[in-house]
């Protein structure tokens, strides 16, 4: 979660910002969210902003950077971004506040659905892939899958985690951070491992999956070399920093592979560090 508050901004970055909402009245942090170092919802006289601000020297000020070049060409799932400063050494982005909960992944959820037409909704409104400078998933998955098994023409978020999704008025996917252009079936597939770690079998997390069209396109051997890939990324992972959702996602990554007659490799078992 974020380890800097409203209050530990410069006081002229607070006032860049107030010179688009008004006086901030109050700042409530969010709970989740590994990215930024400040994320809050702002009360200002125009209304609550969802600010995210990170220093610029920060390894991952980047993808503050790539999320405001990408927001402009996002359908309006996703939460639009108001305003960008940059000052004192800080970045900080102010997108529309959004309310919402994160969505219930676990078998026989009510959620279930939504999330299933919101990725629909996406592939559809963002293939062909708008014409803004992304990683393309043939560099992404350089050296661990076939270029072509994932190349594509759709904008995909790749970060679907249920702490980027918000349930409400509809469902909104928010923090495009990371973003690729591919395949059109990878958010989906992506979303495979989630629900598998929620509590579904492989094969129930894959008739899920079916309701998606991107996803009934997708090959037999790319789904089956993917669910391989993403076995020995997410134990790479894990190894490299065993918390505990790192180790249940490499175990329902391998859980997917081993369903396909795939296998990376096993995860170990080891003392873990909390979140």
Same mark, same amino acid.
């Given at each position: 979660?974020?380890?800097?508050?409203? *209050?530990?901004? +410069?006081?002229?970055?607070?006032?860049?910002?107030?010179?688009?909402?008004?006086?901030?009245?109050?700042?409530?942090?969010?709970?989740t969210?590994?990215?930024?170092?400040?994320?809050?919802? @702002?009360?200002a !006289?125009?209304?609550?902003?969802?600010?995210?601000a990170?220093?610029?020297? #920060?390894?991952?000020?980047?993808? /503050?950077?790539?999320?405001?070049? &990408?927001?402009?060409?996002? $359908? !309006?799932?996703?939460?639009? @971004? =108001?305003? &960008?400063?940059?000052?004192?050494?800080?970045?900080?982005?102010?997108?529309?506040? &959004?309310?919402?909960?994160?969505?219930?992944?676990?078998?026989g959820?009510?959620?279930l659905?939504?999330i299933?037409?919101?990725?629909?909704?996406?592939? /559809?409104?963002?293939t062909?892939?708008p014409p &803004?400078r %992304?990683?393309?998933?043939?560099?992404?998955?350089?050296?661990?899958i076939?270029?072509?098994?994932v *190349?594509?023409?759709?904008?995909? #978020?790749?970060? %679907?985690?249920?702490?980027?999704?918000? %349930?409400?008025?509809?469902? =909104?996917?928010v923090?495009?951070?990371?973003?690729?252009?591919?395949?059109?079936?990878?958010?989906?597939?992506?979303?495979? %491992?989630?629900?598998? =770690?929620?509590g579904h079998t492989?094969?129930?997390?894959?008739?899920?999956?079916?309701?998606?069209? +991107?996803?009934?396109?997708?090959? $037999?051997?790319?789904?089956?070399?993917?669910?391989?890939?993403?076995?020995?990324?997410?134990?790479?992972?894990?190894r490299?920093?065993?918390?505990?959702?790192r180790?249940?996602?490499?175990?329902?990554?391998?859980?997917?592979?081993? #369903?396909?007659?795939?296998?990376?490799?096993?995860?170990?078992?080891?003392l873990?560090?909390?979140l």
């Amino acid at each position: 979660m974020p380890d800097h508050q409203w *209050d530990d901004l +410069p006081t002229s970055v607070r006032r860049s910002i107030e010179s688009h909402t008004g006086p901030v009245r109050a700042a409530r942090s969010a709970t989740t969210g590994a990215t930024s170092e400040i994320a809050a919802t @702002l009360r200002a !006289d125009c209304g609550p902003v969802f600010c995210k601000a990170i220093r610029t020297t #920060h390894p991952m000020s980047r993808m /503050h950077r790539m999320e405001a070049r &990408v927001n402009p060409w996002l $359908p !309006d799932t996703a939460p639009r @971004l =108001r305003w &960008v400063v940059e000052a004192e050494g800080w970045l900080a982005l102010g997108f529309d506040h &959004v309310e919402g909960r994160h969505p219930d992944l676990s078998p026989g959820s009510d959620d279930l659905p939504a999330i299933a037409d919101a990725l629909t909704g996406l592939s /559809h409104a963002l293939t062909p892939c708008p014409p &803004v400078r %992304v990683q393309p998933a043939t560099v992404r998955w350089q050296g661990r899958i076939a270029p072509h098994l994932v *190349d594509g023409d759709t904008l995909c #978020h790749t970060d %679907v985690t249920p702490f980027n999704f918000l %349930v409400g008025r509809g469902v =909104r996917l928010v923090d495009w951070s990371m973003p690729i252009r591919g395949a059109a079936w990878i958010d989906t597939a992506l979303m495979i %491992v989630r629900l598998i =770690r929620a509590g579904h079998t492989p094969a129930q997390a894959e008739s899920w999956a079916d309701q998606i069209p +991107p996803w009934k396109q997708a090959s $037999p051997e790319a789904v089956e070399v993917f669910a391989s890939s993403l076995a020995d990324l997410w134990e790479q992972r894990r190894r490299e920093n065993p918390v505990p959702h790192r180790r249940q996602l490499a175990e329902a990554a391998h859980a997917w592979a081993a #369903h396909h007659g795939t296998q990376g490799p096993r995860p170990r078992p080891e003392l873990t560090r909390p979140l």
